[in-house]
């Protein structure tokens, strides 16, 4: 399995971003993905993860009403997009391929990850 992270970049405060994240492997449609990030100096954090079946979704507080999480299985990809951006989004964004076993909220539940791709937000 394999997951490219792309769609990063230096955005001002207050504009958007869409990443995207392409797939490898087989059974794409059948695990949970998320989003997590990691700012400078800082734990990697959870953003937002969605079911296998694109209706179930679960975001951070710092997220919430900002971004909003999706998929195409049919393209192997799931997608965040992230309007209203703040400074303090600025972090290595990576995605993950869920276990299926344990809360999408931790980490140590994903088994497989991105690269990470950055997203910069000037003030």
């Known amino acids: 399995v394999q997951l490219q992270a792309s769609g990063g970049g230096l955005v001002q405060a207050g504009g958007s971003l869409r990443l995207s994240c392409a797939a490898s492997?087989?059974?794409?449609?059948?695990?949970?993905m998320g989003w997590f990030r990691q700012a400078p100096g800082k734990e990697r954090e959870f953003v937002a993860a969605?079911?296998?079946?694109?209706?179930?979704?679960w975001y951070a507080d710092s997220v919430k009403g900002r971004f909003t999480i999706s998929r195409d299985n049919a393209k192997n990809t799931v997608y965040l997009q992230m309007n209203s951006l703040k400074p303090e989004d600025t972090a290595l964004y990576y995605c993950?391929?869920?276990?299926?076993?344990?809360?999408?909220?931790?980490?140590?539940?994903?088994?497989?990850w991105g690269q990470g791709t950055q997203v910069t937000v000037s003030s």
């Open positions: 993950a391929r869920h276990s299926r076993s344990g809360s999408p909220y931790e980490m140590t539940t994903y088994a497989y």
């Open positions: 969605i079911n296998w079946d694109d209706r179930t979704t």
């Open positions: 492997g087989p059974s794409f449609s059948t695990y949970p």
